[in-house]
């Protein structure tokens, strides 16, 4: 073992001011795509919003920007999804110098470099990788904001569908009122409950994966 991973000296003062800067950087990265992140969230609630407006501007205004926007959310998603991945790989690495570096100098004064942490961390800057995969970081953006995002879009078509241009009648009369042009109402509605339940499943299944994930805490000398 000592052949594969030879002993590490001890970090001088210098090596260990560098750390200390490097940090600093990583820790300003990550704050930078956090902030990324908030604008993707922003946009999407902005564009709601204005659908809304429209919608419901007038009881014989159309539900069809509710749907439409539907399509820049998921936009907006994927988009954020992506940088997501981008904002998790410095804020892990970020994450590992707080709990290798940070925290054993501050509890024992020994950075107990025997545990070859620096290693992995060194292997992180020579070969960056992802640490999570697109579907997990979708995931995580669905249950962190994106949920309440499509809940209010959901409800807010349905609650046009219902009240206006008159309260609903009947089930038929939704239905006429959910048809687009010549698409009939029963498809828009059933691929509606298609675009909720497969977020949500993601989502669902995002977590619990998530949940296994932090119950062994992957690989011990793992990052992300």
């Given amino acids: 073992m000592d052949g594969i991973n030879p002993p590490r000296k001890k970090l001088d003062p210098a090596e260990m001011g560098v750390i200390a800067h490097l940090y600093r950087g990583e820790v300003y990265r990550s704050t930078i795509w956090r902030t990324r992140l908030d604008t993707t969230t922003n946009w999407s609630v902005v564009t709601l919003g204005v659908a809304l407006s429209i919608t419901y501007s007038s009881p014989q205004a159309s539900p069809l920007p509710l749907v439409l926007v539907g399509i820049l959310i998921v936009f907006f998603l994927m988009l954020e999804a992506r940088r ?98 010549p698409v009939p109402g029963w498809l828009v509605l059933t691929t509606g409950a298609i675009y909720c339940v497969t977020w949500g499943a993601i989502a669902i299944i995002s977590e619990q994966q998530d949940a296994k994930r932090a119950s062994r805490r992957r690989d011990p000398s793992g990052m992300g």
């Fill in 84 to 181: 997501y991945r981008y904002f998790n790989v410095w804020r892990a690495r970020c994450r590992w110098m707080e709990l290798h570096f940070m925290a054993p100098i501050l509890r024992e004064g020994d950075l107990h470099l025997e545990d070859h942490w620096q290693d992995r961390l060194a292997e992180d800057y020579r070969h960056p990788s992802y640490h999570v995969s697109m579907w997990t970081a979708i995931g995580r953006r669905i249950r962190r904001n994106y949920f309440w995002i499509l809940l209010i879009q959901a409800a807010a078509y349905m609650g046009k569908l219902i009240v206006h241009p008159t309260p609903l009648e009947s089930f038929g009369q939704l239905l006429d009122r959910a048809a687009i042009g």
